[in-house]
C-alpha cells in the first residue's frame, strides 16, 4: 500500500503504521510525563514518523506532550496532525502548572467531563470559522513548540454541526493550505456517512476514518470507494474496536465502542480469533493489518500509553499474515471478498 498524500507538489510520507496522541492525554487514566515521553520515543525508535493530536486530547496536554519530544527531532523526518474545530478556553480560578497538569486547585475543583483525567482548567468552545481555525492553530503551534503542522483535520463535525463544518470549516481549511500554512487537509470523524460528504463538498487530501472498517465489521462504505476515486487517502484508526480485537484471547470483559463487549461482539471476535490462530497469527496481527487492505487506506493509527505497546504494535504491523487466511475468511464471509 502506498502511504504517500500529496498536496500541490509535496508529498507527505506517513507509513503504514501512525502513532495517535489520545493516550497521552490522559484518555481515561492519567499517564505520568516520564512514560508519556517514552511511549513518544519508543514509536520514533520503532520507525513511527506520522504523529497525530488534538487539543481535545486532555485539553492540550496531549499537544504538550508531544512536542516535547518531536521538537528535539528532525522535523524534516516526520509528518504532525493535530485538529481544528475546538478552541480551548482559560477558565477563571483554576491555575495550571507543568506539563503534567498538576494543578494548584481549590478544593473540589472539578475534572475535566470529557474522558480525560485531567483538570477542568478550560472548556472547549466549538468554533468552526476561518477566524476560530487560524487561532486553533496558532495555538496548538504554541503548546506543540514548534513551527507547522503537516496536516489540519476538521475534528469531529459530524457530533456538532456537519451543515456548519462543511459551509465555514472546510473553505477555511482549503484556504490555509493554499496559503502553505499547511501541507494537507481533511476531516476526522467517527462517521463513514459525514465523512463522504465533506469529500464531496471539498478538496480534501484525508479522512481520518475512526472505528468504521476493521476485522470485526465492514458495513458497505461507499465512503471508501469514493476515496479512491478522488484521490483522498483514509487514516484508518480504531483498529481494535475498542480493545475488543486487542487481545488473542477475547476476555468477557473486553470493550466495544468505548463500552462493555455485547456478547455477540465478543462471540465474533473469539471466531476470528480461532481462524487466525489456525493460520499461526494473532488476532491482533490480524486486526492492524487488515485495516490497510482497502486500496483507499494509507496508514493505521493506533494510541499507546506504554512503550511495550508501541513495540508489540511494530512487530505485528511488520508480521507476515498469509494470504491463505485472508481467503478463508472471505470465505466464511467474515470480511469483503
Known amino acids: ?90 477558565k477563571q480560578g483554576v491555575l495550571m502548572g507543568g506539563t503534567d497538569q498538576k494543578a494548584e486547585q481549590a478544593p473540589g475543583a472539578p475534572r475535566d467531563s470529557e474522558g480525560f483525567d485531567v483538570p477542568a482548567a478550560s472548556r472547549r468552545v466549538w468554533d468552526f470559522s476561518e477566524r476560530g481555525i487560524r487561532q486553533s492553530i496558532e495555538e496548538s503551534l504554541e503548546r506543540l513548540g514548534l513551527d507547522y503542522v503537516d496536516i489540519a483535520y476538521l475534528h469531529d463535525a459530524d457530533v456538532h454541526d456537519l451543515a456548519g463544518g462543511i459551509r465555514d470549516g472546510l473553505p477555511a481549511l482549503e484556504k490555509l493550505r493554499a496559503e502553505g500554512l499547511v501541507r494537507a487537509i481533511g476531516v476526522g470523524l467517527n462517521s463513514a456517512e459525514a465523512a463522504l460528504d465533506c469529500v464531496e463538498a471539498a478538496d480534501l487530501d484525508l479522512v481520518m476514518l475512526a472505528g468504521r472498517y476493521t476485522l470485526l465489521e465492514q458495513p458497505e462504505v461507499p465512503l471508501l470507494q469514493r476515496c479512491v476515486e478522488k484521490g483522498t487517502g483514509v487514516v484508518n484508526v480504531g483498529a481494535y474496536n475498542s480493545g475488543l480485537l486487542a487481545r488473542h484471547n477475547v476476555p468477557d470483559d473486553a470493550h466495544y465502542n468505548y463500552g462493555q463487549a455485547p456478547h455477540a461482539q465478543l462471540e465474533r471476535a473469539r471466531q476470528l480469533a ?57 470465505r466464511l464471509g467474515l470480511i469483503p471478498s
Open 1 to 90: 500500500m502506498n502511504a504517500d498524500i500529496s498536496s500541490g507538489a509535496r508529498a507527505l510520507q506517513l507509513g503504514r503504521l501512525g502513532f495517535g496522541g489520545a493516550g497521552i492525554g490522559n484518555l481515561y487514566r492519567a499517564v505520568p510525563d516520564s512514560q508519556a515521553s517514552a511511549v513518544v520515543e519508543a514509536a520514533w525508535d520503532a520507525g513511527i514518523r506520522y504523529f497525530d493530536t488534538a487539543p481535545h486530547y486532555g485539553l492540550g496536554l496531549s499537544e504538550r506532550r508531544l512536542g516535547s519530544v518531536l521538537k528535539d527531532k528532525p522535523r524534516q523526518e516526520f509528518a504532525l496532525s493535530t485538529k481544528v474545530g475546538r478552541l480551548l478556553e482559560p
Open 274 to 330: 480461532a481462524i487466525c490462530g489456525s493460520f499461526a497469527v494473532e488476532l491482533p496481527t490480524a486486526a492492524l493489518q487488515f485495516g490497510l487492505r482497502h486500496a483507499a487506506v494509507v496508514n493505521v493509527t493506533v494510541g499507546a500509553t506504554a512503550p511495550e505497546q508501541i513495540s508489540d504494535n511494530a512487530a505485528r504491523m511488520a508480521e507476515e499474515v498469509p494470504e491463505a487466511l485472508w481467503a478463508e475468511l472471505s
